[in-house]
């Protein structure tokens, strides 16, 4: 190799060695200034929440168009980032969503009261499409929904009907500690909250008017507790659960309205496979439903007691329950299919068809495909401490209607009543059941006609409750107070 090749070499080496320094220090400086102008651009970590806003004021601005675009960004963010927990939605602003916003594990997706999610007018979703749900199909972990509206937007989607699967407003499945409270939830095709294979599930002080099937909606789920909600029913339901099991439903206030689209049973309890053996139902007032105030029913395959026993429903007040005119399973409570059933210290006051029924809806009722009819025998209702008066003929066949309690399965259920108060219901007071303990008086409410059932201090229900052999209570009321 001759001298002024050798030169060349080194100069090129050289020169190669200069472009690499060059190229390096380009990066760094471009990733300086990318997280200063993240830094900037982004809330301190300390703060932990990212912002969406219309007017500029937040981290992600939207446009009122497409608007799930930023929100996913947003979202997306604070799940690459574990210093952030929360993404804010600000008030006075609707977000109008074309697609599914995704939330991840650790986060809370929260508004201002005033801040609405909205489904685009002519969406055409696909059915089974939610308007929120999880960023990762195998699942998430710990994730708030809080304090903002929902906005389904029904009317200007009238090309998709009610109860198909379509526009669920949040919808989880394989996930776990799902909390959602403080909403607005509204004028829907399908459920508020669905959960599936899921468990840790919390829904309260949420309000929820005309969706297009259940409020909340669990399947194969646990651990599921609602309360302090105020729904108005249409479609379906106001709480549902399928084949789940610790579930307590307390304090909620739930109603229907007058009209072929106002839905089914406030409450349903529903076991077809899994073990469903500790639901508590109480506190709650259930009036005006267009289906019956509660509906607990097995069905399917035979199974055994331990997977269907010891629903407890407790202190509720039912109040002209089942005024749909066009089936025949409206009631208060009405049942099949569970064993060990107690319902005690209740009120039902002028329900449509009886207050506590044991009966299964035909396929025909229901429009079902499958046998609603439980397999089995052995069913027992205990009824214990309930007051009941003035329960009305259902508008549907109302002949050998309007008793306090019915057993239209005699051959396989029974119903076991201690101590209730029987008053002035239209039809009598039993069909296929009977009493040595019951007492048919007026009960005297402190003012019924307000629905306060409260007694009067010279209530004859004061004290006259059952109590157990043995129990330290003694002179239990009948009746919810």
Not at 82 to 87: A, F, I
Not at 111 to 126: F, H, M, P, S, Y
Not at 207 to 235: E, M, P
Not at 304 to 310: I, L, P, R, T, Y
């Amino acid at each position: 190799m001759n001298e002024k090749h050798l030169r060349y070499i080194q100069q090129n080496r050289k020169k190669i060695g200069i472009s690499v320094v060059i190229l390096f220090f380009s990066i760094a400086l471009g990733i300086l200034i990318f997280h200063t102008i993240e830094s900037s651009f982004f809330p301190k970590p300390a703060n932990k929440t990212v912002y969406v806003a219309a007017d500029g004021s937040g981290n992600f601005t939207c446009d009122g168009s497409d608007d799930q675009v930023e929100i996913n960004r947003a979202l997306a963010y604070v799940a690459k980032n574990p210093e952030y927990s929360t993404v804010h939605l600000k008030g006075n602003t609707t977000y109008v969503i074309s697609d599914s916003i995704l939330i991840g594990s650790n986060t809370i997706l929260e508004g201002d009261r005033t801040a609405v999610i909205k489904l685009e007018d002519n969406a055409d979703w696909t059915v089974g499409k939610p308007m929120i749900t999880q960023m990762d199909r195998s699942g998430v972990n710990r994730v708030t929904i809080r304090g903002f509206e929902i906005d389904g937007n029904h009317d200007k989607n009238l090309d998709k009907k009610r109860g198909q699967g379509y526009y669920n407003m949040i919808h989880f499945s394989d996930s776990k500690n799902i909390d959602v409270h403080d909403m607005h939830m509204h004028d829907g095709h399908g459920d508020g909250l669905k959960v599936e294979r899921s468990s840790n599930i919390k829904f309260y002080n949420n309000r929820v008017y005309k969706l297009g099937h259940d409020g909340l909606f669990a399947i194969d789920s646990q651990n599921i507790k609602a309360w302090n909600n105020r729904i108005t029913c249409r479609t379906n339901g106001g709480l549902r659960v399928m084949n789940s099991n610790h579930v307590k439903f307390h304090d909620n206030v739930i109603n229907s309205f007058y009209h072929w689209s106002a839905g089914g049973s406030a409450i349903l309890i529903e076991k077809t496979t899994g073990i469903v053996n500790d639901v508590e139902v109480y506190n709650n007032t259930i009036h005006n439903t267009y289906g019956p105030g509660l509906w607990l029913i097995g069905y399917g395959n035979s199974y055994s007691k331990k997977e269907a026993q010891n629903v407890h429903i407790h202190h509720n007040t039912f109040y002209n329950t089942g005024t749909n005119p066009n089936i025949n399973w409206v009631g208060g409570i009405v049942t099949s299919g569970f064993f060990n059933t107690l319902i005690e210290n209740n009120v039902f006051d002028g329900v449509y068809h009886g207050a506590i029924i044991n009966m299964y809806p035909t396929t025909a009722d229901v429009d079902h495909s499958v046998d609603l009819s439980p397999q089995g025998t052995g069913y027992k209702t205990i009824v214990r401490n309930n007051i009941i008066i003035a329960t009305q003929k259902r508008k549907k066949d109302p002949d050998g209607t309007g008793y306090a309690i019915i057993n239209y399965l005699p051959e396989t259920h029974t119903i076991v009543l201690e101590n209730n108060c029987l008053y002035s219901n239209s039809g009598g007071t039993y069909k296929n059941a009977s009493s040595t303990t019951d007492i048919y008086v007026a009960p005297l409410f402190v003012n019924r006609s307000k629905h306060d059932y409260r007694l009067r201090p010279n209530s004859p229900c004061i004290g006259a409750g059952y109590s157990s052999a043995g129990s330290s209570e003694n002179g239990i009321n009948i009746g919810r107070y």
